[in-house]
């Protein structure tokens, strides 16, 4: 089939891989590009990846007002999204014959949204999953196509996972495109009231509040490792973490309290009476680095209070 592909970030980047083997890609769209540090221009991963293989490669600032008759042009079968990041008018979704499809991270109804991979993490779910569905006015209420589940992995990080679900949702996008072409696909509504929400993490999310429970806080740090990592404060300045581990161990102390400090372990009381190790932490202006790289030289006493 003929088909557009519209992302941008890396998590599409498997998915047009795919589609390339299969199908032919008549434009590839993706969001403008952003003016980073030093006031450097920075192309998306998409845009990489469509510029390399010599894709036909599109950005409007508004697609729905500006992209309408070049895609209309490009004469598509079909469309394919993976956080693509623009809404789409209902004249963009009725370009293709086919309609326009979305690889979603998420097992629908659940998670709907701009974070799902995130809010599964940070939500200690034990499965979550690619969906492809039916593009629709409505954010990520579309009839389903197929599911695929995947188990999270122990202390799994959404960097990790992130990983992981950009491959599956190749896979799953490629199967769905084929039982499109062969007329056995089947749509599936949602059932709207088992439906749940996600939106972009907060930078007030993104600071750990020790009164909370140890799992809610380890559950924080991987769900915003590797970006834009979950925070703290050490001595007033800032301590970015980046993986905490459970500490059987019984300790007095209040939240926040550093209760352990030995040469290879340092450990912090949470809000439900049970301590974290911190295994791997980057202080201001300085590297990322394991705790033992961390404490060697480093003067943090038991009975300091992070996030003071």
């Given at each position: 089939?003929?088909?557009v592909?519209?992302g941008?970030?890396?998590?599409?980047?498997?998915?047009?891989?795919?589609?390339?083997?299969?199908?032919?890609?008549v434009?590839?769209?993706?969001?403008?590009?952003?003016?980073?540090?030093?006031?450097?221009?920075?192309?998306?991963?998409v845009?990489?990846?469509?510029?390399?293989?010599?894709?036909p490669?599109f950005?409007?600032?508004?697609?729905?007002r500006?992209?309408?008759?070049?895609?209309?042009?490009?004469?598509?079968?079909?469309?394919v999204?993976?956080?693509y990041?623009q809404?789409?008018?209902?004249?963009?979704i009725?370009?293709?014959?086919?309609g326009?499809?979305?690889?979603?991270?998420?097992?629908?109804?659940?998670?709907?949204?701009?974070?799902?991979?995130?809010?599964?993490?940070?939500?200690g779910?034990?499965?979550?999953?690619?969906?492809?569905?039916?593009?629709?006015?409505k954010?990520?209420?579309?009839?389903?196509?197929?599911?695929?589940?995947?188990?999270?992995?122990?202390?799994?990080?959404?960097?990790?996972l992130f990983?992981?679900?950009?491959?599956?949702?190749?896979?799953?996008?490629?199967?769905?495109?084929?039982?499109?072409?062969?007329?056995?696909?089947?749509?599936?509504?949602?059932v709207e009231?088992?439906?749940?929400?996600?939106?972009?993490?907060t930078?007030e999310q993104?600071?750990?509040?020790?009164?909370?429970?140890s799992?809610?806080?380890?559950?924080?740090?991987?769900a915003?490792n590797?970006?834009p990592?979950?925070?703290?404060?050490?001595?007033?300045?800032?301590?970015?973490?980046?993986?905490l581990?459970?500490?059987?161990a019984?300790?007095?102390?209040?939240?926040?309290?550093?209760?352990?400090?030995g040469k290879?372990?340092?450990?912090?009381?949470?809000?439900?009476?049970?301590?974290?190790?911190?295994?791997?932490?980057?202080?201001?202006?300085?590297?990322?680095?394991?705790?033992?790289?961390?404490l060697?030289?480093?003067?943090?006493?038991?009975?300091a209070?992070?996030?003071?």
């Amino acid at each position: 089939m003929r088909v557009v592909f519209l992302g941008t970030p890396d998590f599409g980047v498997p998915a047009l891989e795919k589609i390339m083997e299969n199908h032919t890609v008549v434009g590839c769209v993706c969001q403008p590009d952003k003016v980073g540090a030093r006031g450097k221009i920075e192309f998306s991963p998409v845009k990489k990846f469509a510029l390399s293989h010599n894709l036909p490669l599109f950005q409007f600032e508004k697609i729905s007002r500006d992209g309408v008759e070049t895609l209309r042009n490009l004469v598509p079968d079909i469309m394919v999204t993976a956080a693509y990041g623009q809404i789409l008018s209902q004249e963009v979704i009725d370009i293709a014959p086919h309609g326009i499809i979305n690889i979603h991270g998420s097992l629908l109804p659940k998670l709907r949204g701009a974070a799902p991979i995130q809010y599964a993490v940070l939500q200690g779910l034990e499965q979550t999953g690619i969906t492809i569905l039916n593009t629709v006015r409505k954010v990520d209420a579309g009839e389903i196509i197929l599911q695929k589940p995947i188990d999270v992995l122990p202390y799994e990080t959404n960097g990790e996972l992130f990983e992981r679900m950009s491959r599956l949702g190749a896979e799953a996008v490629v199967e769905a495109l084929h039982l499109i072409e062969t007329g056995k696909a089947t749509y599936t509504a949602q059932v709207e009231e088992e439906a749940t929400f996600c939106s972009k993490i907060t930078a007030e999310q993104e600071q750990i509040d020790w009164n909370k429970t140890s799992i809610d806080i380890i559950n924080l740090v991987r769900a915003l490792n590797p970006n834009p990592a979950a925070w703290t404060t050490l001595d007033g300045k800032r301590l970015k973490l980046y993986a905490l581990r459970p500490c059987d161990a019984h300790f007095e102390g209040k939240a926040g309290e550093v209760v352990e400090r030995g040469k290879k372990t340092l450990a912090v009381m949470c809000g439900d009476g049970k301590a974290v190790y911190v295994t791997e932490l980057q202080a201001e202006n300085a590297k990322r680095m394991d705790v033992v790289s961390f404490l060697n030289g480093r003067k943090i006493a038991v009975g300091a209070v992070l996030g003071e």
